[in-house]
Nanobody, 120 residues
């Protein structure tokens, strides 16, 4: 079983910055992709950014140039540095990971999310 725990959310003014962290723990042999999604009230969950174990990164158009995703595979941890935040970035941010368990089964999972609110 794999557990993902996010941290780092909060309230920030427009133009400000936040850094989210995601720590994965449990029966992990290898994590392939880690990523961040977000869900605003009344809206569907949307991809924010992903990073593979080869550190290939993908960003949604709405965050390109403002957000940066990174990971430390040795610690099963990922981060999302968010700069120049806008009110439309307000959402619950959820960490995602997929990979291979110690039983050599495929897994994928989600964290419970951390709230990011951008408001003056």
């Amino acid at each position: 079983q794999v557990r993902l725990v996010e941290s780092g959310g909060g309230l920030v003014q427009p133009g400000g910055s936040l850094r989210l962290s995601c720590a994965a723990s449990g029966s992990i042999f290898r994590i392939n992709t880690m990523g961040w999604y977000r869900q605003a009230p009344g809206k569907q969950r949307e991809l924010v950014a992903t990073i593979t174990d080869g550190e290939r990164m993908h960003y949604s158009d709405s965050v390109k140039g403002r957000f940066t995703i990174a990971r430390d595979s040795s610690k099963n941890t990922a981060w999302l540095q968010m700069n120049n935040l806008k009110p439309e970035d307000t959402a619950v941010y959820l960490c995602y990971a997929d990979g291979i368990s110690t039983a050599l089964n495929l897994f994928d999972g989600w964290g419970e999310g951390t709230q990011v609110t951008v408001s003056s």
